[in-house]
T-cell receptor, first 109, second 114 residues
């Protein structure tokens, strides 16, 4: 069956580094996406991985291991504005996205 | 460019009432999607469209209907609302269905069914 797991909530300190993990079991694989969603707002695209390895984009990096069904989002130099939910989504063979429930990240000063 | 817009932003319905949610995009995207987002659950696909005049069922289509008469608009209808349809509804669009094209989301419609 289809399943995407990520922690419900994480807390980190401003200026620190945090890693948000995502594990998945899906029917086929056409890539993994990370989206950011601030409370009461729409999800916005952060990153996309289709090959194994690390993709770096400024303070954010995303890693993928297809053999392990595992990805993580790494946020460096945390800022208060990074307080949000982070959604992991896998694109299946039919090009539809299967979404995790999201990880709420709380940043403390 | 307004991107993806949704109307209304908020709505309260009584059980059995009907309503239509409107999604509009000005990016000339072929693909449009309707999702619902509930606490503790991931976004779930209700219906989607791969182009003007086409619609298809997603993961949770029951109780909803859709229409895509114009390329820029995607309408979601609830014929007889039920409390289980209380949710936040997001519309999204994408240029193509391929994995290289991200989905762009509207601001959401918060619907409460009493």
């Amino acid at each position: 069956g289809q399943n995407i797991d990520q922690p419900t909530e994480m807390t980190a300190t401003e200026g620190a580094i945090v890693q948000i993990n995502c594990t998945y079991q899906t029917s086929g694989f056409n890539g993994l996406f990370w989206y950011q969603q601030h409370a009461g707002e729409a999800p916005t695209f952060l990153s996309y991985n289709v090959l194994d390895g690390l993709e770096e984009k400024g303070r954010f990096s995303s890693f993928l291991s297809r053999s392990k069904g595992y990805s993580y989002l790494l946020l460096k130099e945390l800022q208060m504005k990074d307080s949000a939910s982070y959604l992991c989504a896998v694109m299946e063979s039919n090009y539809q996205l299967i979404w995790g429930a999201g990880t709420k990240l709380i940043i403390k000063p | 460019n307004a991107g993806v817009t949704q109307t209304p932003k908020f709505r309260v319905l009584k059980t059995g009432q009907s309503m239509t949610l409107l999604c509009a995009q000005d990016m000339n995207h072929e693909y449009m999607y309707w999702y619902r987002q509930d606490p503790g659950m991931g976004l779930r696909l209700i219906h989607y469209s791969v182009g003007e005049g086409t619609t298809a069922k997603g993961e949770v289509p029951d109780g909803y209907n859709v229409s895509r008469l114009k390329k820029q608009n995607f309408l979601l209808g609830l014929e007889s609302a039920a409390p289980s349809q209380t949710s936040v509804y997001f519309c999204a669009s994408a240029e193509t269905e391929t994995s290289t094209d991200t989905q762009y989301f509207g601001p959401g419609t918060r619907l409460t069914v009493l």
